[in-house]
């Protein structure tokens, strides 16, 4: 089973990637994760990638789309955490499937607006490998550290109110319609999670739909 991760930034989308990732041997694939990599190490695509980053936009889909057609060469299972976010990616993305003969199940992380400012204000990123906490909510053992690596955590640029602001009206008027896209009634392959529960209780949930086999929504 191949999941897409789908849900406004701050969903909890990477928290619960990395808690499925260890259980169940999944391929956690994160488009924002490989692009701060790539900016950090100054390639091309990071270099082109920085300037939509910093400003909370999306970055050009044929980047995105190139990038990812590298990345599903490999087999397994993967999680997409953070792609599809456009109607095109969703189409280059079944394409790339469909090919491999593979399928997909969306799971939408279903949160209210108001929760996502004080989560995204308040998390700390480890770079390196992806982890997040949150000051508040999930705190490192000790403030500041990893507590697997024990390097120092950080907050992003982009994790500040007016930055989010933008990237959540990115996210209404460019990722939502994907909603539809896969909630379509002729092919359904949608499944919602109340992302508004604790952390466990969303892993529970999502625990759940994998080994109901995503209610018989995905069999590749
Ligand atoms: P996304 O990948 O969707 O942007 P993250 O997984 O990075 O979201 O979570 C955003 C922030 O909210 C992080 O600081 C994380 O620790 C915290 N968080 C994630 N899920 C929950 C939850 N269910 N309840 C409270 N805080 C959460
Ligand atoms: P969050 O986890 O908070 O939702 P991400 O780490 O997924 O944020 O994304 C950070 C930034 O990387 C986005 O604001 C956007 O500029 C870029 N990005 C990530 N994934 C995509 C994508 N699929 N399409 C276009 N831009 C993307």
Redesign the pocket.
Known sequence: MNLIFLGP??AG??TQAKALQERFGFRQI????I?RANVRQGTPLGVE?KG??DD????PDDL?IRMMDAELEQGGNVILD?????VP?AQALDDLLGRKHRSAVAVLFDVDQDVLIDR?TGRWTHLPSGRVYHERYAPPKVAGIDDVTGEPLVQRD?DKETTIRK?LAEYEQLTTPLIGYYDNPADPRLVKVDALAPIDAVTKQLVDMIQNDGGGRASA
């Open positions: 930034p701050g989308k990477g994160s488009t924002g994760d692009l990638a939509y980053m909370g936009k999306l970055v995105i953070g792609f599809p976010r456009t990616q995204l982009d990237r």
